[in-house]
């Protein structure tokens, strides 16, 4: 699985499936990009469908993946990467695009409306993805999946911190990472312009 590779925790529900695809990127030492290649991408693919499937509850399609729907499927991910970085305020470059896939509305055995993927290969994956950000943003879930804030990282991750304010997917490397990067910037800043900087006790400090 994508989100394994950097060790995070996984969204809950079907939300998980947009933090795969999102955690497909290749990034600092976790590992290639699993959309490069058709046989990466049908492996992670098939798994994360059967993962979704389980969880949702709802029947999964056999989606085959050739080397024509990989652009689609990267193309996917970018939009994804824009609507998560919109949510968490960051700037953007240009509008958001639109998203127009079909989605089928179907009562279950108790009465209740269940949102349905539909479609064809790409397509379908494309519905269950809109489907299940919508479905997180109704439960008031989609605000904590997050992308790491070290733009050399960048893996998805859902946060659990009480009050919504993690902004690494791990503090121990990309906060460290980020907070020796600005002392050493401040260092050098403060050095040109005469004046001294002292490391803060025990090292940089690490912020969430």
Not at 37 to 57: F, H, K, M, P, Y
Not at 124 to 149: D, I, T, Y
Not at 178 to 189: D, H, I, P, T, W
Request: charged share 20%; glycine share 10%; aromatic share 6%.
């Amino acid at each position: 699985m994508a989100s394994a590779r950097h060790g995070v925790r996984e969204a809950p529900a079907g939300l998980a499936l947009v933090q795969e695809l999102l955690n497909t990127r290749a990034t600092m030492h976790y590992g290639a990009d699993l959309l490069l290649l058709a046989d990466d991408a049908q492996r992670w693919l098939t798994e994360a469908i059967t993962t979704w499937s389980r969880v949702s509850g709802l029947p999964a399609p056999t989606l085959l993946i050739s080397s024509s729907d990989l652009r689609s499927l990267r193309r996917l991910r970018t939009t994804f990467e824009h609507v998560i970085a919109a949510a968490g305020k960051e700037n953007l470059d240009g509008a958001l695009p639109p998203a127009d896939v079909p989605v089928s509305l179907v009562p279950d055995a108790d009465g209740w409306v269940r949102m349905v993927p539909t479609g064809r290969g790409t397509r379908w994956l494309a519905s269950a993805l809109w489907a299940e950000a919508l479905l997180a943003q109704q439960a008031g879930l989609w605000p904590r999946l997050k992308l790491c804030h070290n733009g050399d990282c960048r893996a998805a991750f859902f946060d659990t911190s009480r009050n919504n304010s993690g902004v690494w997917h791990d503090v121990s490397t990309c906060g460290n990472t980020a907070n020796l990067r600005a002392f050493r910037e401040r260092k050098r800043l403060m050095g040109g312009s005469g004046g001294q900087s002292r490391p803060p006790v025990g090292g940089p400090p690490s912020y969430r």
